[in-house]
């Protein structure tokens, strides 16, 4: 290419970094991206632990098969477990509930057995089916998540345990309320109420089993970077503004203002910034201001936070074989909009840990979960506080005042300024063109002189893979795609 376009990507997450290598690798020469932060990779972040290796960010390959670019990537670069390519892990259908054996701990101190709680596990599965047959059928008989499942499970529960007794009843419903707290993380939502039930179906799920990287997410990251001239990232160059333009010709028909003053004259610039913050930032990071429709998409869609608290213990106090520890608060057996007050008791919103493996790897480390608001007031406190939150939990529900955590780190993802929160949800209200809002590039219509000055990636831009790495990737590649597409039409 002779002339090539200029084109400036804003944000070196995965979604930026996948745009700009597919425009390199097709023969652009003048692209660059601007990262606000002295880092790449923006949510796929791997930190330290002790000695372990631990994911701050995005944890595993969502339906790790053929057709999700994550791990056909990491597979190119050697990043996998042997079980992760066998076949038979790809082939697996685990509709995005992976088949974790449990452990299950109650609030006055009882290790239950993993079948006691299957009744409860049961219904919430077929209940989250049920509503994606709802979408396909049309017609929903109310606007969330969380109100349909309130609404369903006390007939339900009368049909199905009517034969059993008021404690083991009550004890099934305490297991639903902490399946929505972890429903809340999947979706990195407050409440299963700000899910829109008639959306929650555009999520889809791809084959095979979920794995991560042993040596880390960011070598993921480390390897696709490393295929870039090394002088194309500009790091901690935060920008303030895109200035595009509906009518009036000049040359480059878009400046980039960065936070420092400096201006990048371009002709495409790629979008790539977490919809956390462009809820934030939109009225003054694009001037003229985005179209209304884009605005009121951008505010339809959610944003919410799931953050992770890190735990390491000298000796483990669950089973050897167990992949997810659940907590079980007795008193939560009404499925009622839980009004607890955040400050005092936040920590009854993490809906339990996962455990890191393979042991020998990472020692007695654990992961919890928090999703919402009380996650977000989590992040405010000091890692003491956390850490004394965390010891009593664990005192009251294995009963034993003498298992103490040795340390325990937690993710700040709503207070990180460039994200704002963890990734995107249908909230109530959006439908599929709220997706498609989001893709439309800048200028949006007429015949112009200068058309796709600015395009959307990242992953809330995703029409079915919305808040996971693989949905950014795509979503990148898709509008490198169009720029490539555009020039090869325009034959320049
Ligand atoms: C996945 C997983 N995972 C856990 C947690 C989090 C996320 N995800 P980026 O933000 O990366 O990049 C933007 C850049 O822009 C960034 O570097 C900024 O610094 C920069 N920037 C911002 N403002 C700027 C400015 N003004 N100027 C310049 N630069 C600026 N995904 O596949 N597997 O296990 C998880 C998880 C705690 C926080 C995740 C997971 C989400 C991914 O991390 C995320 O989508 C991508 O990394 C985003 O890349 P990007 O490039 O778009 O943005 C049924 C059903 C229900 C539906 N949901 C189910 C799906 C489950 C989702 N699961 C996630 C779970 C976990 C645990």
Redo the contacts with the bound molecule.
């Keep these: 290419m002779s002339m090539s376009p200029k084109i400036v990507v ?7 970094i996948c745009a700009a290598r597919k425009l390199v690798q097709s023969g652009f020469t003048d692209v660059k991206i ?4 002295a880092r790449g ?4 972040k791997t930190g330290r632990f002790g000695n372990s290796i631990i994911e701050i ?6 339906g790790p098969s053929e057709e999700n670019p ?1 791990f056909c990537l990491a597979r190119q670069y050697g990043l996998l477990d042997p079980e992760a390519l066998n076949p038979e892990n790809q082939a697996m259908d685990i509709k ?1 509930h992976p088949p974790w054996v449990p452990n299950v701990f109650t609030s006055s101190g009882r290790k239950l057995n993993a079948e006691d709680v299957y009744p409860a596990q049961d219904m919430f599965v077929e209940l989250l089916s049920d509503i994606s047959d709802l979408h396909t059928q049309g017609g929903e008989p109310c606007p969330s998540v969380g109100e349909f499942i309130r609404s369903e499970v006390p007939q339900r529960v009368a049909e199905r345990w009517k034969d059993d007794d008021a404690t083991t009843r009550s004890l099934q419903m305490s297991a639903i309320s902490n399946l929505l707290k972890a429903e809340c993380c ?3 939502t407050h409440s299963m109420d700000e899910v829109g039930l008639a959306s929650y179906g555009l ?1 889809k ?1 791809l084959p095979g089993l979920d794995c991560t990287f042993p040596g880390g997410y960011e070598g993921l990251v480390k390897n696709l970077m490393s295929e870039l001239p090394s002088d194309l990232v500009i790091f901690n ?3 303030r503004c895109v200035h595009w333009t509906q009518s009036e010709p000049r040359e480059n028909a878009v400046i980039v203002e960065c936070d420092d003053g400096e201006r990048f004259t371009a002709d495409h610039v790629i979008v ?3 919809l956390g ?1 462009l809820k934030k930032h939109q009225a003054t990071l694009f001037r003229p201001p985005l179209p209304l429709h884009k605005m009121h998409s951008v505010q339809r869609l959610g944003f919410g936070t ?3 608290i890190f735990v390491e213990f000298d000796s483990p106090w669950w089973d050897a074989e167990c992949d997810a520890i659940y907590l079980l608060w007795e008193d939560e057996d009404v499925l009622e909009q839980q009004r607890t007050d955040v400050h005092s008791s936040w920590i009854r919103k993490l809906f339990g840990f996962t455990v890191l493996k393979p042991t020998e790897k990472y020692g007695h480390v654990l992961c919890g979960w928090i999703a919402g608001h009380e996650s977000e007031h989590m992040e405010t406190l000091s890692e003491v506080e956390v850490t004394r939150a965390i010891t009593q939990l664990v005192h009251q529900f294995t009963g034993n005042p003498t298992i103490t955590p040795k340390r325990t780190l937690h ?1 700040q ?1 709503f207070h990180d300024p ?2 704002c929160g ?2 995107s ?1 249908p909230a109530i209200g959006c439908s599929a063109q709220d997706l498609e809002n989001m893709i439309e590039p800048l200028p949006t219509k007429g015949s112009q002189s200068r058309p796709l000055q600015v395009l959307f990636a ?2 809330a831009t995703h029409p079915c893979y919305y ?6 990737i795509l979503a990148g590649w898709r509008e490198a795609d169009r720029l490539i597409s555009h020039y090869s039409k325009s034959k320049l």
Excluded: D, F, M, Q
């Excluded at 601007?34 to 932060?37: Q, V």
């Design positions: 804003v944000g070196c997450g995965i979604s930026g601007l990262e606000a932060t990779g923006g949510r796929i960010g995005a944890n595993w390959i969502h994550v995005g999947v979706n990195g999520y799920t160059k935060p920008v790539t910034v977490p913050y799931n953050n992770k993710s993802w460039w994200t963890s990734y949800y990242g992953e808040s996971t790495v693989h949905g950014a």
